[in-house]
């Protein structure tokens, strides 16, 4: 008796659809686009890599016989330290933010309370209120916090005064991105059945039980919305940086101003020095919008 295996036929590949004309026209000038665009990249790239006797105006847009890659350390060596300051003043107030922000957005949409709405109202508010506004009272504020160094006996308490801290722009930064942090998570918790909540609140959780075990773990793709939009902010705030912090504690955008027009600008240091405050920003925006895709389509 002989038996016959089924065989399994590999399904035919699909057909590929003609390139259309207009698709063709389409992604000729998306190219050209990306092109126009990425002309003053090239431009300021060129010259960074140039000497700085090999900068004039006739060879502007002509790429460097020889680069000079030094330039780049050059600049890193005038603004490495402000970089550094901007790394922890950004990664701080974006993570302190981006979870007052979870909290905030959680209870007013799945908490109700008499006057939530008028609360949340009130904190959008905020969103609207300029910096320029309060930068006077805030500046009397920010020097007022300050305290002599305290001794217990046993242990001497140091001496703080906030103004001219990298903290003081941690927290003005903290307290201007609660407003969107909470409005954006608001919105994101509002299509969170209230059955999940219901359910963790007969098995007897409570307030933090169920943030911690049922809302932050479904979070992650409104806290990488959150944090590329605040790190942005925070990375490009410059108002702040020159009004509250004293040389040591300067962020990198107050350093380059200094570098573009002030009396720290030598030979090629202001070309190349931009290409150092992009890197955090281009790794940030990349990885977290990568992983922001991969939580809202597992499997994808």
């Not at 699909?14 to 259309?20: D, E, V």
């Not at 004039?56 to 330290?81: C, M, Q, Y």
């Not at 302190?96 to 939530?116: D, E, I």
């Not at 040389?247 to 020095?273: D, E, F, H, I, N």
Request: charged fraction near 10%.
């Amino acid at each position: 008796m002989t038996t016959t295996l089924p065989t399994h036929t590999a399904p035919a590949a699909a057909p590929r659809k003609p390139l259309r004309p207009g698709r063709v026209v389409m992604y000729a000038l998306l190219v050209l686009a990306a092109l126009f665009f990425l002309i003053p990249v090239y431009l300021l790239f060129a010259t960074a890599l140039k000497s700085p006797d090999a900068i004039a105006e006739a060879t502007t847009w002509h790429w460097p016989s020889v680069l000079n890659w030094g330039s780049f350390r050059d600049a890193w060596a005038k603004i490495g330290g402000n970089m550094l300051n901007s790394v922890f003043l950004a990664v701080v107030a974006t993570l302190l933010s981006a979870v007052l922000g979870s909290l905030n957005g959680y209870a007013l949409s799945k908490w109700k309370f008499r006057g939530a709405n008028t609360l949340f109202a009130l904190m959008l508010f905020g969103m609207f209120i300029p910096y320029q506004a309060v930068l006077i009272p805030l500046f009397q504020f920010v020097e007022s916090v300050k305290w002599a160094p305290i001794d217990l006996g046993f242990v001497t308490i140091p001496g703080f005064q906030l103004y001219g801290s990298i903290w003081a722009l941690i927290l003005t930064h903290v307290v201007y991105g609660i407003p969107i942090t909470t409005l954006i998570f608001r919105n994101f918790y509002a299509d969170v059945p209230d059955a999940l909540i219901e359910a963790a609140t007969i098995d007897g959780a409570g307030f933090w039980q169920i943030y911690g075990k049922v809302i932050f773990p479904i979070s992650i793709p409104g806290f990488v919305v959150v944090i590329i939009w605040q790190f942005t902010q925070v990375w490009n705030e410059f108002l702040f940086a020159a009004t509250l912090t004293n040389t040591s504690s300067q962020p990198v955008t107050y350093a380059l101003s200094q570098l573009a027009g002030g009396r720290r600008s030598a030979g090629t240091c202001p070309w190349p020095a931009p290409f150092w405050p992009r890197c955090p920003r281009c790794w940030c925006t990349s990885c977290w919008a990568g992983t922001s895709c991969a939580a809202c389509w597992p499997g994808a």
